[in-house]
C-alpha cells in the first residue's frame, strides 16, 4: 500500500482586515490505503472527505489559520475523528475564525509527522503568517507550502501578521535547500519545483514580491 498524494481544489472566500476576496484553494490528502492527513481544510468538507474515503484520518494539519484554509478544519475534524494540529504562533489568526475552539495540539519545526510508511517533516516557515508551516516528504520528492511559496513567488505579505523579509529568509533558508527536483505543492494554483523557484528568487527579492 504505497503512499500517495490526493487533491481537490474548492471553492469560497478569505476575509482579513475588513475585506473579502473570492478564492480557490488546494486541499492536500496524503497517506495510503489505510490512512491519512489532510492538508487544510478550507471551504468543502464534502470534497475532502470524498477524497479521505474510508480511510483513517490521523490528523487534520494547518499550513497556517487565514480562514480560507481553516474555516473548516472543526467539522472536518468532527466528522472524520481526527484532531487539528497548527503551529502555536498562528493563534492570533485561528482565533479570528474560531475563537470557540481550540485546536487540538502543535506542530513544532522539526516535527515528523508519520503516515502511510512515509513521513512529513515540518518547517516553521513564517512571513505570510507567524505560524505558517511547509510539510516536506522526501519519500514522496514532495513539498506542501500553503501559502509560504507559489509557482509565482512568495505568498502575500501585505495584510496583518505579515512580513516580506520574514518570508523571503523563510523560503531561502527553510525550503531552497531542498533537492531541485522537489515539487512544491501550494494552498492555490499550479505547483512547480524547488529548482524553478531557485532560479526566479533573487528576481522576486528585487522586485519586492
Not at 7 to 24: A, K, N, Y
Not at 73 to 82: Q, T
Not at 133 to 157: I, K, R
Not at 161 to 171: A, L, P, Q
Request: charged residues 25%; hydrophobic residues 40%; glycine residues 12%.
Amino acid at each position: 500500500m504505497a503512499a500517495r498524494i490526493d487533491h481537490t481544489t474548492t471553492s469560497g472566500t478569505f476575509s482579513l482586515d475588513g475585506q473579502t476576496f473570492d478564492v480557490d484553494n488546494n486541499a492536500w490528502v496524503v497517506g495510503d490505503d489505510a490512512e491519512c492527513v489532510v492538508i487544510d481544510a478550507p471551504h468543502d468538507v464534502e470534497a475532502i472527505r470524498a477524497l479521505v474515503g474510508d480511510r483513517e484520518v490521523r490528523a487534520v494539519l494547518c499550513t497556517h489559520a487565514h480562514d480560507d484554509h481553516v474555516r473548516r478544519a472543526p467539522e472536518l475534524a468532527e466528522a472524520v475523528g481526527a484532531p487539528i494540529l497548527l503551529h502555536p504562533d498562528d493563534m492570533v489568526l485561528w482565533r479570528l475564525t474560531h475563537p470557540e475552539r481550540e485546536p487540538d495540539g502543535e506542530l513544532a519545526d522539526g516535527q515528523v509527522v508519520e503516515v502511510g510508511g512515509i513521513g512529513l517533516r515540518v518547517l516553521h516557515t513564517p512571513g505570510h503568517a507567524p505560524g505558517a508551516v511547509c510539510l516536506h516528504s522526501p519519500e514522496l520528492g514532495v513539498v506542501f507550502t500553503g501559502d509560504t511559496l507559489f509557482a509565482g513567488g512568495p505568498g502575500a505579505t501585505g495584510r496583518s501578521y505579515s512580513d516580506f523579509g520574514t518570508i523571503t529568509e523563510s523560503i531561502r533558508d527553510r525550503l531552497l535547500p531542498l533537492p531541485a527536483d522537489t515539487e512544491v505543492r501550494p494552498g492555490h494554483g499550479e505547483s512547480s519545483t524547488i529548482g524553478a523557484v531557485r532560479s526566479q528568487f533573487d528576481e522576486w527579492v528585487a522586485r519586492g514580491y
